[in-house]
């Protein structure tokens, strides 16, 4: 089993809406309505990889009951935490003739001492019957920002692998703690390292200085794929896997996607190239279709001949 952790969970509402420009009157084309945050949008691609996953975290009111009745009509195994205040709402306008999006988040509930207590009681639990664990998104307003490097440690006392993908200073704080990998894109990078970097030996660098953080691996998602450093001490590599980009329909969740494939991949104990290629895969499949976590399993696996993976030779001075 594996478990995907969303602590602020959303009602997504993805509109799409051809030569969007702002302050003009539009008509959508298509519109989607489904719950949403990054876990729950990694656990929505897990599951249509056809790997066990159970969604957790936290919802509340009337959103949050909605949460719960959609990722049961998709078939998903869910086991969160009610809270007393309401999940929060978001919006992605998504141009279909370009590919670009505009998304709109609500900040979310603020949740209770004695409700976080309860849920990392209950992912206690979980882990006990788990192989993976995966962290996505962000914190709700007012939890501390120290709170995902309690969970990751105690998912380490549990002797479970955890991925960490979220931003700012829970991302930071929970690196601290030692995730197995993180998957940041090129912009949380940079804010991670706090510097741009554009060349490719600008970014060996930026890879090295996100494990020195406390991360066992990195990986750097970017449109034509994922640059990353793994293994540890004299085995410690860095791997390219890229791909040619598909036109999108939409790029909202293929991050999202891409841990999803390499979570799978994991679990299935493949080799560190092999998740790399299986992540890219499907975060490029998943740019054919609007609302994020939504892929098609064979499309994607279809895919996976065109996934280019090398290995790079890291400069002597990283």
Same mark, same amino acid.
């Given at each position: ?65 909605? /949460? ?24 992605a306008l998504v141009d279909p003739t370009s590919g670009e999006q505009t998304e709109v988040n609500e900040r979310g509930p603020k949740v209770s001492p004695d409700e976080l207590e309860t849920f990392i009681q209950r992912l206690d639990y979980l882990a006990g019957g788990a ?20 969970? /990751? ?73 994922? /640059? ?78 065109? /996934? ?11």
């Open positions: 089993m594996i478990i995907s952790v969303t602590l602020n969970a959303a009602i997504d509402r993805t509109v799409a809406v051809p030569n969007l420009r702002l302050g003009h009157r539009h008509r959508s084309v298509e519109t989607r309505t489904a719950p949403g945050g990054k876990g729950i949008n990694v656990a929505r691609a897990l599951g249509l990889l056809g790997r066990p996953v159970i969604a957790t975290g936290l919802v509340g009111g009337g959103n949050g009951d909605r /949460v719960l009745k959609q990722l049961t009509e998709e078939g998903l195994l869910t086991d969160f935490i009610r809270i007393e205040e309401e999940t929060r709402f978001n919006l192989k993976l664990c995966v962290l996505a998104g962000s914190l709700p307003p007012g939890v501390d920002a120290e709170f995902y490097a309690r969970v /990751v440690e105690t998912m380490k006392q549990r002797g479970l692998p955890v991925l960490l993908d979220s931003e700012g200073e829970a991302m930071s704080a929970g690196m601290r703690a030692g995730p197995d990998m993180i998957t940041p894109n090129k912009l949380e990078a940079e804010e991670l390292v706090g510097h741009e970097f554009e060349s490719r030996e600008e970014m060996f660098g930026v890879l090295q200085e996100l494990v020195d953080m406390g991360p066992a691996e990195a990986a750097i998602t970017l449109p034509e794929g994922c /640059v990353a450093i793994v293994g540890e001490g004299g085995e410690q590599r860095i791997l390219e896997a890229v791909i040619e980009p598909l036109e999108p329909i939409s790029t909202v969740g293929s991050g999202d996607a891409f841990v999803a494939g390499y979570i799978a991949a994991r679990y299935d104990g493949r080799s560190p190239e092999e998740c790399l290629a299986y992540g890219v895969a499907c975060g490029a499949e998943s740019t054919q279709h609007l609302g994020a976590g939504r892929l098609d399993r064979g499309r994607a696996e279809s895919l996976l001949d065109s /996934v280019e993976v090398r290995q790079l030779q890291m400069p002597a001075e990283v």
